[in-house]
């Protein structure tokens, strides 16, 4: 039977590869030769200021812009509907001119509430990490180094709430950043702005550390400093994008899928990429067992990793000592798949596809896809719901007679303008619902056609005419019967949905780890955490630094 990769718990069990964004992103800087340097760094003693880094392109020439000042205690919040934080970014067009300075300081500390312009590409936030920002900052003032441990536990010195593009808030839409500047592919800009605010967060803890004690102060060591993560919380906004925008969600999929399964054509297992493999396995339970979560259901997940791990690990020491072994690379992801838990299988596919990049990154430079969504009028109802029989069966067969199956609703947030959740039994607001729930629409459709031999004969042009409520669902049924992987299996409206799940799945392709997860609906990741700062950056280590762990360097 074919396993399907997008059901919830599937999906909640991903993790970064080679194909994620920031991984793409780094190969870019140092193929294109990139060239990143600080042109002000105008911060008084406390590190409030500004500062703006430069990013010369062979192109265009780029300005992270970010903004400094106090912030008291009572203000600081992980939240989205915060309205002030320690530190605010754009990523804009050009270099940065004392009129456009003046207007981003006005504006970009406002965040969503500010004005911004088509050259503005990506627009951020930052609060200090109250567990490690002062303590990295006194160790440095006394010239003594902050322990690894410490900064393992927390994994960055700032946590980003939000990291808009893509047209939001009067910024540059992705049709017309992927035609006008660099970033051709989705969420490049997104992950080249993380990338920079995770170099001023070492930048700012040295600067303050500096000031304190001119005499005494020392920089962070390099070993460290690498650790270091840039932070994120991020929640329920996140998770529309996966049903609004199905045929990206796709190709994404597709393009990995791709990867492995071109891996597995490969017949004969190389013995210098075996003994590495089992040595990125190795480093990827080490991460496992040294990650700090404070939610049980992923401490309980990473334990189980971490021992199916150790397992997969012995079985591949025993095979690579007996020479009459002919196995293959699909042989190992077969093994994976048939024994161990789903982040196992996943740790272990992202590590065989860390070794072929010659295979794996011509896939990421390929993550887009046209999202128009079309109409076949001419199409029968007949062949339409044996199309529906074909590819929902898993939403035919859910029962939304049963309260359970309909106990969440989907709304937008009067406040943020943000998406949330509603439990519809014990709740006002379902009136407001956004139309998510694919699967109920799907099984209202299939009914009713089905209880309707009458409409079989009609086309869908005849059949709209007389029922157009079924529009919408119609052309995304019709429009997706080319994305194998375009809509997520399972019911989102369902009482035990983790909504959790769709996060760590975008998560994944974005390139974030250190999944700590607050509730069922929000959680705190970390972004390039092990990656090498711009100024060591080389080809040598650009992909050298997954699952990161405090042996690493």
């Known amino acids: 039977m074919k396993k399907n990769n997008m059901t919830l718990d599937r999906m909640g069990s991903r993790y970064p590869s080679r194909l994620s964004f920031s991984r793409s992103m780094l190969r870019t800087i140092v193929k294109e030769k990139w060239k990143i340097s600080k042109s002000k760094f105008a911060l008084d003693k406390n590190g409030y200021g500004t500062a703006i880094y430069e990013i010369n392109t062979k192109n265009q020439i780029y300005s992270l812009v970010c903004f ?49 312009s088509a050259n503005e590409l990506v627009l951020s936030r930052a609060n200090k990490s109250l567990r490690l920002f002062d303590k990295v900052v006194t160790c440095l003032s006394i010239g003594e ?5 410490d900064v393992n536990d927390v994994g960055y010195l700032l946590r980003t709430t939000a990291v808009y593009g893509n047209g939001k808030f009067g910024m540059s839409d992705f049709f017309r950043t992927k035609t006008k500047t660099d970033f051709k592919q989705p969420f490049r800009a997104e992950m080249l702005a993380v990338y920079i605010i995770r170099e001023f967060s070492v930048d700012l803890v040295e600067h303050i550390a500096h000031k304190k004690n001119p005499l005494k102060a020392v920089k962070l060591n390099d070993n460290i400093k690498q650790h270091l993560g840039i932070g994120n919380s991020t929640g329920l906004g996140m998770a529309p994008f996966i049903i ?40 990827a339970k080490l991460y496992l067992d040294e990650v700090l979560t404070y939610d049980n259901f992923q401490k309980n997940k990473n334990r189980k990793s971490s021992n199916d791990l150790k397992n997969i690990i012995k079985y591949c020491k025993k095979i690579s000592l007996n020479k009459k072994n002919n196995i293959s690379w699909k042989n190992i992801i077969v093994y994976t798949e048939k024994k161990f838990s789903y982040d196992a299988q996943e740790i272990t596919k992202v590590q065989i596809i860390e070794l072929f990049p010659k295979i794996a990154d011509p896939l990421a430079e390929n993550m887009s896809e046209n999202e128009d969504m079309n109409i076949e009028t001419n199409q029968t109802i007949k062949s339409l719901l044996y199309e529906i029989r074909n590819k929902y069966k898993w939403a035919i067969n859910i ?17 943020k303008l943000e998406p949330r959740l509603g439990e519809r039994f014990n709740e006002k607001g379902a009136e407001l619902e956004q139309p998510l729930g694919i699967g109920k629409m799907v099984n209202e459709l299939y009914n009713f056609i089905a209880n309707n031999p009458k409409t079989h004969k009609l086309n869908i042009a005849e059949f709209l005419l007389k029922f157009p409520e079924y529009r919408g669902i119609i052309r995304r049924i019709q429009t ?74």
Do not use: C
Request: hydrophobic share 40%; aromatic share 14%; proline share 4%.
């Open 68 to 116: 400094s000042q106090y912030l008291a205690a009572k203000d600081r919040s992980d939240r989205v509907i915060a309205d002030k934080w320690d530190t605010a970014y754009t990523l804009h067009i050009g270099k940065i001119s004392t009129k456009n300075l003046k207007r981003l300081r006005q504006n970009i500390p406002l965040q969503e509430a500010g004005r911004n």
């Open 145 to 149: 180094q902050p322990s690894i441990k």
């Open 244 to 283: 609004k925008h199905p045929t990206l969600i796709h190709q994404w999929m597709k393009q990995y899928e791709q990867a492995l399964n071109d891996i597995k054509f490969i017949k004969k297992i190389n013995k210098k990429h075996f003994v590495k493999f089992i040595k990125l396995l190795e480093k």
């Open 399 to 415: 029962n939304f007679k049963n309260k359970k199956n309909l106990f969440l609703f989907w709304y937008i947030s009067e406040a």
């Open 480 to 553: 997706l019967s080319k994305f194998q992987y375009g809509e997520v299996n399972d019911n989102i409206l369902a009482k035990q949905t983790l909504p959790i799940n769709m996060l760590r799945f975008k998560l994944s392709f974005f390139g974030a780890s250190r999944y700590d997860p607050r509730s069922d609906r929000w959680l705190r990741v970390s972004f390039f955490p092990g990656a090498p700062f711009f100024n060591k950056l080389s080809d040598k280590n650009v992909d050298e630094w997954g699952f990161a762990n405090m042996d690493s360097y």
